[in-house]
Nanobody
Framework: QVQILESGGGLAQIGGSLRLSCEASVQYVLGWFRQAPGKEREFVSFISESGMTAYYTDSVKGRFTISRDRAQNTVYLQMNNLKAEDTAVYYC?????????????????WGQGTQVTVSS
């Protein structure tokens, strides 16, 4: 059974920063998605198994950085210059797709989520 544990969410001011962590029991492609109230879960970023390749949705490019520490089985999402529209529950997921995916349907396992709230 794949285990995923997210942490690092909280309250931040507009323009502030937060770092999310995702500890997984497997070394596969890991992705971050987010879900705001009343909206569907949307893709944010994913990183390859090697950590050499990363992809981002356009709205976070230049502000968010995904990275992984293979020794710690952990993927991080550094979020800078936060905006109010970044407010959501952030989920980490595992996909068996070697090339990664932007579709939540391709992710087989999810963590419990961590709340990120950005306000003025």
């Amino acid at each position: 059974q794949v285990q995923i544990l997210e942490s690092g969410g909280g309250l931040a001011q507009i323009g502030g920063s937060l770092r999310l962590s995702c500890e997984a029991s497997v070394q596969y492609v890991l992705g971050w998605f987010r879900q705001a109230p009343g909206k569907e879960r949307e893709f944010v970023s994913f990183i390859s198994e090697s950590g050499m390749t990363a992809y981002y949705t356009d709205s976070v490019k230049g502000r968010f950085t995904i990275s992984r520490d293979r020794a710690q089985n952990t993927v991080y999402l550094q979020m800078n210059n936060l905006k109010a529209e970044d407010t959501a529950v952030y989920y980490c997921g595992v996909t068996w797709s070697i090339l990664g995916s932007r579709s939540r349907d391709d992710y087989a396992y999810w963590g419990q989520g961590t709340q990120v709230t950005v306000s003025s």
